[in-house]
């Protein structure tokens, strides 16, 4: 168990739809990441969150976005879902918010869209 | 299982034998680097990481090798055990608040 909590684990919506996900770091960690990982595209970096401010974007749709709230837990939120978003979604957390320490993966949010 | 990837490059090893995964990176600058291990239906786990003053670190049955020169990465596995089978990533980091990067990953299949 990395110490990092997503939500829900899995979900299945349609096309169009709005859903959002859910991260909690782990304990002390102020930063928070997070991955697109589809089967042919590996691990995508989409967002960095540090104590409540994006820090770093990757290539994340403007359909997507994402915010840390004060307790430091996150949400990524994605809007008018296409097939193509099916895709599992992880969060990581890490100490410090540099990218040259060690990050911890949960377990993933796996999204279908139907 | 859940598959991560349907166009990995597989290597398969023999139990017992010593795995060699290897990792080109991408950008000159990026100064830290990792390799993280996923197993089916988990998210990727931290295994070792070097920072670019380095050329070698060692840890427990894991040593990774990195050769800036041709921005090389690799992961040796030593006495490869059926629980080493998962996919590997390499990831770089140029430093700072900036992006981590992953490779596209390798499967180890370990034979028993």
């Keep these: 168990d990395s110490g990092v909590t997503q939500t829900p684990k899995h979900l299945i919506t349609a096309t169009g739809q709005r859903v959002t996900l859910r991260c909690s770091p782990r304990s002390g960690d102020l930063s928070v990441y997070w991955y697109q990982q589809s089967l042919d595209q590996g691990l995508q970096f989409l967002i960095q969150y540090y104590n409540g401010e994006e820090r770093a974007k990757g ?22 879902l296409e097939l193509g978003d099916s895709a599992l979604y992880f969060c990581a957390s890490s100490v410090v918010g540099t990218g040259d320490t060690e990050a911890f993966f949960g377990q993933g949010t796996r999204l279908t869209v139907v | 299982g859940e598959s991560v990837g349907l166009h990995l490059p597989t290597l398969s090893v023999q139990e017992g034998d010593n795995s060699i995964i290897n990792c080109a990176y991408s950008n000159s600058a990026s100064d830290y680097f990792i390799w993280y ?58 430093g700072g608040y900036q992006k981590v990067t992953f490779g596209t990953g390798t499967k180890l299949q370990v034979i028993p």
Excluded: W
């Design chain 1, 59 to 80: 290539n994340i749709l403007e359909r997507f976005s994402a915010q840390q709230f004060p307790d430091l837990h996150s949400e990524l939120n994605l809007s008018s």
């Design chain 2, 37 to 94: 291990k996923q197993e089916s239906g988990k998210g990727p786990q931290f295994i070792i990481d070097i920072r670019s003053n380095m050329d070698k670190r060692q840890g427990q049955r894991v040593t990774v090798l990195l050769n800036k020169t041709v921005k090389h990465l690799s992961l040796q596995i030593a006495a490869t055990q059926p629980g080493d089978s998962a996919v590997y990533f390499c990831a770089e980091n140029p």
